[in-house]
């Protein structure tokens, strides 16, 4: 892995870490006609990640494929490996839902 992959990598995480803690000051007021980010956003912008991962992995595959200079074949294999780690989480996270959901269809009122 390169400098430059490391350094985005943890920017990345940073940007992440940053977008899930609880922020008092950022938490927009009720009635401020500002939409809050729900469940189906935040599922959305996830489902959005993992299909750019993967386009991303397919056009550097085609590019190595070309023989296009500049693509080297660690940073294909990373960037395919990091598509295929997004999709099995994307997976699981839903595989946990509908279990979640079964769960409570089952529940006895």
């Known amino acids: 892995m390169t400098q430059i992959d490391i350094n985005g990598l943890l920017a ?3 940007t992440l870490s940053a977008q899930l803690e609880p922020n008092a000051a950022a938490t927009p007021a009720l ?3 500002k939409p809050q980010d729900n469940f189906g956003n935040l599922l959305r912008q996830s489902i959005a990640g993992v299909a750019e991962t993967q386009n991303t992995a397919q056009q550097m595959t085609a590019s ?3 023989g296009d200079p500049g693509t080297d074949l660690p940073q294909v ?3 395919v490996q990091k598509a ?3 999709f099995r989480a ?3 996270v839903r595989n946990k839902l ?3 959901y079964q ?3 089952n529940m006895q009122m």
Request: glycine share 8%; hydrophobic share 45%.
């Open 64 to 66: 190595f494929e070309r």
């Open 12 to 14: 990345q995480m940073r």
């Open 31 to 33: 009635g401020s006609g």
């Open 77 to 79: 294999m990373l960037a």
């Open 103 to 105: 769960n409570i269809m």
């Open 84 to 86: 295929d780690l997004s």
């Open 98 to 100: 509908v279990d979640a």
């Open 90 to 92: 994307m997976t699981e």
